[in-house]
């Protein structure tokens, strides 16, 4: 008798790239009303750092476009680990952000 080898549900991983993916797209809506605000960083005028904070801004959606797309090709090659890493960095700006807010209500704004 051959015994085949039990293979692992793929569902878990199904389940966390739809669920983190509803997230991210969740996180678009915030994204609207910050992308609408962006531009009165030109109130006080044209400068360096207003196009960088814009334009920041602006490219965010390009962050968990990208890594959902390589996510679902990781998944369907296969590579469930990779796919499972790959969506949950879409959220990697935001802990970022997150951390930042966190960190700067402890020490005070950063004088550059």
Sequence with gaps: METKPASRSRRPIL???IASQLLALASLIFWMMAAGLSVMAFDSG???EAWNFVIAVWAYPLWPIAFTIAAWIAYARKKDKLAAIL???TFLPVLILILLIM???FIG????
């Design 15 to 17: 389940i966390w790239l």
């Design 109 to 112: 704004p950063v004088e550059l």
């Design 103 to 105: 960190v700067s209500s």
């Design 46 to 48: 044209v400068t360096q």
């Design 87 to 89: 969506t949950t960095l």
